[in-house]
């Protein structure tokens, strides 16, 4: 894979976010071995990513998909579509008959490709007992006399990174089970390890946690019969906005603003903060804490840069553009999009560093744009936050695990 890299990048205390890279070649060929074991090589502005770097993090790396009732054809293009090194962790909350459809594909895949995957239920009562002894029920509610976890997008992701861990994974990646397109997967797959092969060891930065966000190509649209290449979803144009208007008013730092935080931007940098599909270092999604539902990505960007301080380790977060478009089931309603972005919102809304002037701007927005799904005066309803999984008692978590969970005895 070739990269083209940028040095621009902004730097909000112990956390530099880099300018946008792309994808200059999905495949870019036999490169000479490099000297120093992994190294990419440089040519100008872009980097090549040897096959051996990009294996490197893929054996390391966890996938998790998160499935909602998803269309079990699209969801077999996904899973083959994860290369065959990495670890598939497929967190599922549908009901039983279908989870036996999918856990009989997954299987089938599992075999023929000669791979590793597992296969849970978001519902899965062991599941929520395992978390409730390791300290973590606020994601777990009653139901029927026993306890699950609590439905949402976020709360599979936790089950999702808490299984990486305890499959001894150092990176965790996140793919959409509703993506249509296999060629898609595989490149943000890709895109991770070389991403997260750059920020590790590229960067300078000595023992650095790091991000991958991926910025989609485009979100293919058909209308009047015509295929339409958008740049952005309707959800991410706004979450964007408001996103670059906090990083960009950070560098005018009001009153409001913590001004022990050590801010460098120095330009208008664009940035991707509403993407379904990103990736870390396991060590860093330990630490930051994961909201409930669709606010889970956005939230994660905005505590990175606006609560996280001196003294941890640095964060590297870069942004990548893809080649492919990402097509998804994006007829899932009106209602959709909008609690989406009010989830984005809030969490640019209630992070420590918005400004006054910003939040009475927010405000009006929402009171226009997003009526139904915020308070009268037009502020987005604070989501709920977990604790972040580090502090859970990982002993007795694998323990109940291993004893309650048929999924995870083979890891
Ligand atoms: P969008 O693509 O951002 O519009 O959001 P989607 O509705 O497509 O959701 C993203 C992914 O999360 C899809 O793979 C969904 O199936 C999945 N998802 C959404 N809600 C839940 C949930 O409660 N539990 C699980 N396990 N997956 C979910
Ligand atoms: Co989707």
Redesign the pocket.
């Known amino acids: 894979m070739r990269l083209s890299i940028n040095q621009r990048s902004a730097r909000v205390g112990i956390v530099q976010i880099h300018e946008m890279f792309r994808v200059l070649e999905l495949d870019a060929g036999d490169v000479a071995e490099p000297k120093q074991s992994h190294a990419p090589s440089l040519s100008r502005d872009t980097f090549v990513f040897p096959q051996t770097s990009i294996r490197a993090v893929e054996k390391d790396l966890a996938i998790v998909?998160?499935?909602?009732?998803?269309d079990p054809d699209i969801l077999d293009g996904v899973l083959r579509g994860i290369p065959n090194d990495c670890l598939v962790i497929l967190?599922?909350?549908r009901n039983l008959a279908n989870f036996e459809v999918e856990s009989k594909m997954l299987e089938l895949i599992c075999t023929t490709n000669e791979r590793k995957c597992i296969h849970i239920h978001?519902k899965d009562p062991g599941v929520a007992e395992a978390f409730m002894s390791a300290g973590l029920s606020a994601l777990v509610e009653p139901q029927d006399g026993a306890h699950s976890v609590r439905?949402?997008?976020g709360?599979?992701m936790m089950i999702g990174t808490a299984l990486a861990k305890v499959a001894h994974r150092c990176f965790i990646g996140f793919v959409?089970?509703?993506n249509l397109v296999p060629g898609a997967v595989n490149e943000y797959c890709k895109v991770y390890a070389a991403g997260l092969h750059y920020a590790l060891y590229q960067t300078g930065t000595e023992d650095p946690h790091a991000m991958v966000r991926i910025k989609w190509n485009s979100k293919p649209k058909v209308r009047d019969g015509k295929i339409v290449f958008e740049k952005f979803g309707r959800?991410s144009r706004a979450t964007n906005y408001w996103m670059n208007r906090l990083l960009t008013t950070l560098t005018t730092a009001s009153a409001d603003i913590d001004t022990d935080t050590d801010i460098d931007i120095d330009h208008n940098l664009d940035f991707a903060s509403d993407t379904?599909e990103h990736a870390m270092t396991l060590d860093l999604a330990l630490t930051v804490p994961f909201a409930s539902?669709?606010a889970v990505e956005p939230h994660q960007y905005v505590h990175c840069f606006s609560t996280l301080s001196k003294g941890e380790r640095p964060v590297q977060i870069l942004q990548i553009e893809t080649r492919n478009p990402h097509v998804?089931?994006?007829g899932?309603g009106d209602g959709?999009?909008k609690r989406?972005q009010a989830g984005g919102l809030s969490t640019i809304y209630h992070s420590p560093l918005a400004p006054k002037e910003l939040k009475a701007e927010m405000r009006g927005f929402c009171k226009s744009q997003l009526g139904e799904v915020c308070s009268v005066d037009g502020e987005p309803e604070e989501c709920v936050v977990y604790p972040c999984l580090q502090d859970m008692d990982w002993e007795v978590f694998k323990k109940v695990l291993e004893e309650k969970v048929e999924a995870v005895k083979s890891l």
């Open positions: 998909v998160p499935c909602m009732n998803e967190v599922s909350n978001q439905s949402g997008k709360e599979a959409d089970a509703d959800s379904g539902g669709y998804h089931d994006c899932k959709h999009i989406m």
